[in-house]
T-cell receptor
Framework: GALVYQYPRRTICKSGTSMRMECQAV??????VAWYRQSPQKTFELIAL?????????EQNFTQEKFPISHPNLSFSSMTVLNAYLEDRGLYLC???????????FGPGTRLTVL | GDSVTQTEGPVTLSEGTSLTVNCSYE??????LFWYVQYPGEGPQLLFK?????EKGSNRGFEATYNKEATSFHLQKASVQESDSAVYYC??????????FGSGTKLTVEP
């Protein structure tokens, strides 16, 4: 079956520092990967949509300068949170879309705490 | 832009009672509609999807009908169990290839 792994599951960083998180699709080819942030109120914010061989599309309020994404192949994507502050806290979710379908599979998330 | 609105929670039910979570959507495209479920400490899991209007999706006793005229996709279950306690999200994907979620409805089922 389709599985999505995210690493690390939890991370703590000091205010102003950066941290990188990874997303791995196993058992299927992910033609696109969407990164979301889930707030403590459980709402989802779409950060960016990354499609292999296409430009990464960032949503309003999110920029490449703050959240650079690498998507080198159909099974791996990474995102860095640069210069993290308190407002960047939350659960970062990676949703990998199965090629040829609209189904999107999610990893368990990376929970970011900023001190 | 595309958007999804669903029943505000939390919702608390007794085991064996019926569940309805309302979902309505807005889009200028012809979307595929989804219900996701999220358990504590996990990412959202696909419950089921319905790509075509007037069709019904179902899984684990949950079901929803894609009503294009009413732009609705209400989630129903006839008899909930304690293990159904989770947060439920209605979502849509349109030609923009982006999955948009509703705000989620937290369900607690008491024994």
């Amino acid at each position: 079956g389709a599985l999505v792994y995210q690493y690390p599951r939890r991370t703590i960083c000091k205010s102003g520092t950066s941290m990188r998180m990874e997303c791995q699709a196993v058992g299927f080819q992910a033609t696109s990967v969407a990164w979301y942030r889930q707030s403590p109120q459980k709402t989802f914010e779409l950060i960016a949509l990354s499609t292999v061989n296409s430009a990464i599309k960032y949503e309003q309020n999110f920029t490449q300068e703050k959240f650079p994404i690498s998507h080198p192949n159909l099974s791996f994507s990474s995102m860095t949170v640069l210069n993290a502050y308190l407002e960047d806290r939350g659960l970062y979710l990676c949703g990998a879309r199965l090629g040829g379908s609209y189904e999107q599979y999610f990893g368990p998330g990376t929970r970011l705490t900023v001190l | 832009g595309d958007s999804v609105t669903q029943t505000e929670g939390p919702v608390t039910l007794s085991e064996g009672t019926s569940l309805t979570v309302n979902c309505s959507y807005e889009t200028k495209q012809y979307p595929t509609l989804f219900w996701y479920v999220q358990y504590p400490g996990e990412g959202p899991q696909l419950l089921f999807k319905v790509p075509k209007a007037n069709e019904k999706g179902s899984n684990r006793g949950f079901e929803a009908t894609y009503n294009k005229e009413a732009t609705s996709f209400h989630l129903q279950k006839a008899s909930v169990q304690e293990s159904d306690s989770a947060v439920y999200y209605c979502a849509l994907i349109s030609n923009y290839n982006v999955l948009y979620f509703g705000s989620g409805t937290k369900l607690t089922v008491e024994p």
